[in-house]
């Protein structure tokens, strides 16, 4: 079975750094990290 983790990255001025990640181990807590992760491209669109 994958194993799905979340990457959290953070900008640095002209650099992105890994700031932290942790495993998606649910498939709802996927499906709403997916759905917050879309809303908030369209935000920044």
Excluded: C
């Amino acid at each position: 079975m994958p194993e799905n983790y979340l990457v959290v990255l953070a900008e640095r001025g002209d650099d992105i750094l890994p700031w932290t990640a942790y495993l998606v181990e649910q498939p709802h807590q996927q499906r709403k990290l997916q759905k917050e992760y879309e809303e908030y491209q369209r935000k920044k669109s």
